[in-house]
């Protein structure tokens, strides 16, 4: 069955930087987009970045353009989040799901997340 | 960006009500709409997808409809399992957006 697998998260200072990583097994991994979404607590789901089947596509939310960025290993079926700049305010769980399509598309499989906190 | 405003932010209701979620978007979106159902400490999980197509193994009692700007989420019959949080989202474009969720409470 698919499954997605975050790692990588914990507690940095503010201004430094974190990498995520995100395991998938149980479809063709080459075949669709990958997402992370973010959730602080008590809060609702915010967007994050999404990359394309075959990474060349890649678009982020606002609150995070130029400071995250995303990608892909098809070789290893694994998707990366790069957080530099770290703010308070993106402190979350962060999920990785994947898209039903190779692009566009809704998210159909979610993983568990995995909690970053940015705090001194 | 698109903002999807979500209504009710709270529902209380009881075990065999039917209820409604609904969700706007600021500019037409067509039928690219998804809604989840996430309960403490766990994922979302997809529920509905293109407005109205039911995911494979979601129980009939869930139904979506709407296009363009305005869409609904149905509980024809709550059942204990469904007192949870519920999300809409837009992917008719990037950056995608969801809505602030309703929260589903017994009464």
């Known amino acids: 069955q698919v499954q997605v697998v975050e790692s990588g998260g914990g507690v940095v200072q503010p201004g430094r930087s974190l990498r995520l990583s995100c395991a998938a097994s149980?479809?063709?991994?080459?075949?669709?987009?990958m997402h992370w979404v973010r959730q602080a607590p008590g809060k609702g789901l915010e967007w994050v970045a999404v990359i394309s089947y075959d990474g060349r596509n890649k678009y982020y939310a606002d609150s995070v353009k130029g400071r995250f960025t995303i990608s892909r290993d098809n070789s290893k079926n694994t998707v990366y989040l790069q957080m530099n700049s770290l703010r308070a305010e993106d402190t979350a769980v962060y999920y990785c799901a994947r898209g039903e399509m190779a692009t566009m598309g809704f998210i159909d499989y979610w993983g568990q997340g995995t909690l970053v906190t940015v705090s001194s | 960006d698109i903002q999807m405003t979500q209504s009710p932010s709270t529902l209380s209701a009881s075990v065999g009500d039917r209820v409604t979620i609904t969700c706007r978007a600021s500019q037409s979106i067509s039928s690219w709409l998804a809604w989840y159902q996430q309960k403490p400490g766990k994922a979302p999980k997809v529920l509905i997808y293109k407005a109205s197509s039911l995911e494979s193994g979601v129980p009939s009692r869930f139904s979506g409809s709407g296009s363009g700007t305005e869409f609904t989420l149905t509980i024809s019959s709550l059942q204990p399992d469904d007192f949870a949080t519920y999300h809409c989202?837009?992917?008719?474009?990037?950056?995608?957006?969801f809505g602030r969720g309703t929260e589903l409470e017994i009464k």
């Open positions: 149980g479809f063709t991994f080459s075949s669709n987009a």
């Open positions: 989202q837009q992917y008719n474009s990037f950056p995608y957006t």
